[in-house]
């Protein structure tokens, strides 16, 4: 048994887990890591003292006796399915504190439509937002949106299953110009009976305002500019940079306001397009788990674990350090295939007024590593061998694919 306090982390899989892996275990925390996967990337780093083989079953089956086990003072979850499911559990046991939200909060930020109502009394600017109904009259409501839109799911995790038996693929975003694209889009899931909200597209770039809420108030702030994502017109980022402190205040401000009318406790990032022609805020969701641009938050100082286990199990107070705001970070893989979609496809990008500009993007790829401000999402040089299995594992899609 190690003297140091312990944490377990459930998913070791991806960036983020390795995000909290690598920030728990600079500030003293001995982190267990729970994985399906036994060649999960955080596996590796150097601060993840254990690996412990995720048992089949809902975490209710087997978290008790690991943490009974262990000695856990902490338990992280990074995907929205864990998040459900350790949410179901009480918020405590014995010393061991479940740092995940609380379900009818977790609710509120799953169900997309939920959280933009409340967004439109906080003051927050909305996009026009339609979620089609069985029996509706949905000639009249196309003729009635403003084109161009987007179609997305409001709660994924709820219809993913429904689907999946219907033989329906699942698409986080579809792109609508015209009022016959989107009547056949309807008549798409007339089968299913249910429809993917159907939004007004917001121009801009992504911008992710990050708190970390505590009885009603932020106790620490970052933000970040999106520059690119994978797939090209929207996803998971890939090149993001720090925002400037004073910068966007005011909304700054908004978004403490809807997470404070939300009623969340914890961390949570509330993501905009933000237009800077016209100075305008459109907000697209409030994400309640950790998010894809964690690693530039670490890079930068601002320590979103750890602000959750210092205040939640040692009940420190203090204001914690204020983060930089001169780094931008890459996610490398991810950011390749962009790349060579780019180049070489295009045609497959979905957004009809996504600007294509392959030279500069080129040049900005090779500029970025000599860049004294990048970072990176996986490799670092104190803690490499998480970066060497990423690439072993490429290495082995790659001649998967070729054989």
């Not at 026009?128 to 009249?140: I, N, S, V």
């Not at 899931?189 to 809420?213: A, E, N, T």
């Amino acid at each position: 048994m190690t003297d140091r306090p312990i944490a377990l982390v459930v998913g070791l899989e991806n960036a983020i887990s390795l995000t909290i892996v690598r920030e728990l275990g600079e500030h003293g925390v001995c982190v267990h890591g729970i994985a399906r996967d036994p060649l999960a990337i955080a596996a590796v780093s150097r601060h993840c003292a254990a690996v412990i083989p995720r048992p089949d079953g809902p975490a209710s089956t087997w978290l008790p006796g690991l943490i009974a086990r262990t000695g856990a003072r902490a338990v992280f979850a990074i995907s929205e399915n864990d998040l459900i499911d350790l949410a179901s559990l009480p918020p405590r046991m014995g010393d061991c504190h479940l740092l995940v939200p609380r379900p009818d909060r977790l609710e509120r930020v799953i169900d997309k439509r939920r959280t933009l109502d409340l967004a439109k009394q906080a003051g927050l600017r909305v996009p026009q937002t339609w979620q089609p109904q069985a029996g509706e009259d949905c000639a009249a409501r196309v003729a009635d949106m403003r084109y161009p839109l987007v179609a997305k799911w409001a709660n994924p995790p709820d219809i993913m299953p429904a689907l999946a038996d219907a033989g329906l693929e699942w698409l986080k975003t579809e792109y609508i110009r015209t009022p016959e694209q989107l009547m056949a889009l309807l008549d798409r899931y007339v089968p299913l009976g249910h429809w993917p909200m159907i939004q007004q597209y917001c121009r801009g770039v992504g911008l992710g305002q990050m708190l970390y809420m505590q009885d009603g108030h932020a106790t620490l702030c970052f933000q970040h500019r999106r520059l690119h994502e994978w797939p090209p017109e929207g996803g998971v980022s890939t090149l993001c940079r720090a925002e400037p402190t004073g910068d966007h205040r005011a909304q700054m401000a908004l978004s403490e306001k809807l997470l404070h009318i939300l009623d969340w406790e914890g961390q949570a990032m509330v993501e905009y397009r933000y237009d800077a022609a016209t100075g305008d805020y459109w907000l697209m969701e409030v994400n309640g788990r950790y998010w894809g641009s964690l690693p530039l938050a670490w890079h930068c100082g601002a320590h979103f674990a750890w602000e959750a286990y210092r205040r939640t199990v040692l009940g420190q107070d203090d204001p914690a350090p204020a983060p930089r705001d001169d780094l931008r970070a890459r996610y490398m893989v991810p950011e390749t295939k962009r790349l060579v979609r780019l180049l070489l496809k295009p045609g497959r990008i979905g957004d009809p007024f996504f600007r294509r500009r392959p030279v500069a993007d080129l040049l900005g790829y090779l500029l970025g590593f000599v860049d004294p401000r990048t970072r990176y999402y996986v490799f670092t040089p104190s803690d490499i061998r998480p970066w060497l299995r990423d690439m072993m594992q490429m290495v082995r899609k790659a001649v998967r694919r070729e054989s």
